[in-house]
Structures are given as structure tokens and as C-alpha cells.
């Protein structure tokens, strides 16, 4: 029997990624979201590449927090299991706007953790973040290390996390993985999806996507004055298909084995300086960066990088890409949709 998976937030950048590796694996992908950062296209997309196992994915246009809607979905559909995805992520507007990101994210997850519970629906797949490791003292980060949070979008995650906790304690029929991204780039290699992020990029390949189809004059670099090999900020980069790829594994390992709420690392063990990345980004796009050197961006660690021992061990997973692969397709989706989902007019940039 084919399993049947409900992704929450599967029209996003990472949601999007792994309902196409899902389908590809055989399984069926039920997609919810609100489309609040996301487009339609990007799942019509995901159909195309999903070819002859298109007919195994819909889409309702739901938002979690209209707790009857999801409601209304379990009562329709029986799930083997969710991977949830939605939730809002941009760090500065979280600062700005914590409320909405409390009512958005959490609300949202406790409907859902409310819904499953109701309709037995008790296997969750999390998307958590190496946000919630703070600034950390050492690297490489492993799972044991010690939780906060910079910002309310990564309380967010923190309190998800013990929600998950608290609810598999009281439960012991719930089985749990949370899995901490480090951070996903790149795009699939068909260039047919990838990130299309609303507005002025946060994250430094978005925007260095947009500095190279002349959307943005440069980048400005934040921090030179760290304390590794070239001054700029260390982190681990993941190929966004590794990341999808690491969810099949989280949902096997749910499937087969006998855990109650486990918590991996997501990532590829190893760490990139910013001007490495627009050195490889430059490479790949034969285009040149210009780049602004400028002061400390508030609140940013200085050198973060997984362990993935765990993860290799337990899930019987491992990254397999490395920057310049990560930097081809990001460049190989940018160069095909300059404007992403959207066209130059719609955009609010
Ligand atoms: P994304 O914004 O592209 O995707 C999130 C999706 O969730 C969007 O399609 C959005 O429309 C949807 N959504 C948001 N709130 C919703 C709601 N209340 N109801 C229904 N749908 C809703 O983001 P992404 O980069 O794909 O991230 C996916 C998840 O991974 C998020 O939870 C994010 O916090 C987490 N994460 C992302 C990163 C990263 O750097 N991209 C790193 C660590 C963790
Ligand atoms: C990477 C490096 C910047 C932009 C964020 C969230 C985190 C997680 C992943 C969701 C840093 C530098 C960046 C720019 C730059 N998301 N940079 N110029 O900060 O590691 O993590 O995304 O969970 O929660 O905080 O990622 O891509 O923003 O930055 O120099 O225009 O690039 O200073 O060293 P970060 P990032």
C-alpha cells in the first residue's frame, strides 16, 4: 500500500523540494498550504518533474490556524503521516512582528498536533532550525548541545520543539523526529523550482542570486572582523535536494522503527566563509559579485556547523553535495527564472 503524507507549507522552498523527491519515492503527497510565501506554480512544477507520479499529489489551499478546515481534511483523508513545513522564517520581520509569528507558528502547529491527535494520525516529521543553538560556543553543533533562541522566530522553533515533547510524553503511541536545518541553498537541477523569496532577500544566496541577474547593484557583506580563515561568517550550506532526501530517511526511520521524539541535525558537517560562497557563486555564473564590505549584522553567530554523525548513523543519511554544486543549481534556477514564480510587474521589490 502506498503511504500517504501530508505536507504542511509543500508549496514552499523546502516543501516544494521534498514532495517532488516524496512522489518520486512512491509516495502519496497531500500539499497544505496558504500560500502566504509561496505560488501555485511551484507545485504545478513539481507535477511536471514528477511526470508519471503526478496523479499521487493535490493541493488544498488551507491555512493552519482555521482549525475546522484541517479538520475537514483528516475527515476526508486518512494520513500516514505529516511533515510540516509552514511557518513564517524571516528573522528581522519576527523582531518587528512577534506576535504574528506566535499566532502563525504556533497556533498553527497546535492545531495540527490537535487534528492528528484526533484522527490518530500520530507520525510528524518537524522542521526545526540550528537557530535554536543560539550562538554557540564550539562547533561542530551536535544535538545535545545546550537550546536558546536570538530572535521570536527561533522561540518559535524552540517552543515547537517541546510542544513535540511534551505532547509525545503524554502519548507514547506519538512518534516524533525534529530536524534541525542548518542552511538550505540551491535549487533542484531541472532549475524548474527553487527559492523565490517575497521582497528584499534575508539570506545571502537569495540575494546574491539577485545581485547576479542584475536585479541588486551589490552584495554587502556583513562582518569582516571574525575571527576565521578570511573574517566573514562561517555556516553549513546545504543542497536543498539532500535536505528533501533527509526527510524520506526521517519517514522511513518513523515507519520502521521504535522512537519516540528524536531530534537531528541537518547539514553536511562542514563550514563555508561568505566570501568562499561568492567565490564558488562567481564560478558557477561566470558573473562578477560586487560586493560592499560593512559592519556586523546584529545578532549573528560568528561560526556554525553541524555534526551529522547522528543523522548518518541513525536515518542512514549523508549530504552528498558540495558548494559548487549547490552554487550551479541556485545559479541554474536564477538564470531560468530571473524573477522566480513571478514576473518583473508583481513583484514588491
Ligand atoms: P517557505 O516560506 O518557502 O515555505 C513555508 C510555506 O508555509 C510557505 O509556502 C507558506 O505559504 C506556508 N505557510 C506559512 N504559514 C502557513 C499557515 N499558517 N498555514 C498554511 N501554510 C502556511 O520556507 P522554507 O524555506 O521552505 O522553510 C520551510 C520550513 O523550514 C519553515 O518552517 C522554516 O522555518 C524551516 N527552516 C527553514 C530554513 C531556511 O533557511 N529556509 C532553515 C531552517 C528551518
Ligand atoms: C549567512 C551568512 C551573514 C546576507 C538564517 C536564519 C536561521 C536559518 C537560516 C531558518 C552570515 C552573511 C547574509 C547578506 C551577508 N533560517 N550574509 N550578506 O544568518 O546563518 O541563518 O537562515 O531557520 O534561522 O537566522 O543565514 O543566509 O542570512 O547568512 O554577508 O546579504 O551570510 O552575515 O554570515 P543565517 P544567512
Not at 516529521?125 to 537557530?131: C, E, G, I
Not at 503524554?170 to 531541472?190: M, Q, T
Not at 564560478?283 to 560593512?294: F, L, N, Q, T
Not at 558548494?323 to 508583481?346: F, H, L, T, V
Request: net charge neutral.
Amino acid at each position: 500500500m502506498m503511504k500517504n503524507i501530508l505536507v504542511t507549507g509543500g508549496a514552499g522552498y523546502i516543501g516544494s523540494h521534498t514532495t517532488l523527491q516524496l512522489l518520486l519515492g512512491g509516495f502519496k503527497v497531500v500539499v497544505v498550504d496558504n500560500l502566504d510565501n509561496s505560488s501555485e506554480l511551484a507545485i504545478q512544477r513539481v507535477k511536471e518533474l514528477a511526470a508519471e507520479f503526478s496523479s499521487n499529489l493535490s493541493i488544498v489551499k488551507v491555512d493552519l490556524r482555521d482549525k475546522l478546515a484541517v479538520e475537514k481534511l483528516f475527515s476526508w483523508t486518512k494520513f500516514d503521516a505529516v511533515i510540516h513545513f509552514a511557518g513564517l522564517k524571516a528573522v528581522g520581520e519576527s523582531v518587528q512582528k512577534p506576535l504574528l509569528y506566535y499566532n502563525n507558528n504556533i497556533i498553527g502547529t497546535v492545531n495540527l498536533l490537535e487534528v492528528m491527535s484526533l484522527h490518530g494520525c500520530k507520525r510528524l516529521v518537524f522542521s526545526s532550525s540550528a537557530t535554536v543553538y543560539g550562538w554557540p560556543k564550539e562547533v561542530p553543533c551536535t544535538e545535545e548541545f545546550p537550546l536558546s533562541a536570538a530572535n521570536p522566530y527561533g522561540r518559535t522553533k524552540l517552543f515547537i520543539e517541546e510542544i513535540c515533547r511534551d505532547v509525545q510524553r503524554s502519548d507514547a503511541e506519538w512518534k516524533i523526529i525534529l530536524l534541525r536545518y542548518f542552511n538550505p541553498v540551491g535549487a533542484h537541477p531541472s532549475g524548474h523550482i527553487g527559492e523565490d523569496p517575497r521582497g528584499i532577500p534575508n539570506n545571502l544566496m537569495p540575494f546574491m542570486q539577485q545581485v547576479a541577474v542584475g536585479r541588486r547593484p551589490h552584495l554587502t557583506v556583513y562582518g569582516t572582523d571574525y575571527n576565521t580563515k578570511d573574517g566573514t561568517g562561517v555556516r553549513d550550506y546545504i543542497h536543498v535536494v539532500d535536505l528533501a532526501d533527509g526527510h524520506i530517511a526521517a519517514l522511513n526511520k518513523l515507519f520502521k522503527a521504535n522512537l519516540a521524539c528524536e531530534v537531528y541535525n541537518l547539514g553536511t558537517g562542514k563550514g563555508t566563509t561568505v566570501l568562499e560562497m561568492v567565490a564558488a557563486f562567481e564560478k558557477a555564473s561566470g558573473k562578477k559579485i560586487p560586493i560592499v564590505m560593512a559592519e556586523r549584522r546584529p545578532g549573528d553567530a560568528e561560526i556554525v556547523y553541524a555534526s551529522t554523525e547522528k543523522a548518518e548513523r541513525e536515518l542512514n543519511w549523508r549530504a552528498k553535495y558540495g558548494i559548487d554544486e549547490m552554487c550551479r543549481d541556485q545559479w541554474n534556477w536564477a538564470s531560468k527564472n530571473p524573477y522566480g514564480y513571478g514576473s518583473p510587474d508583481n513583484k514588491d521589490d
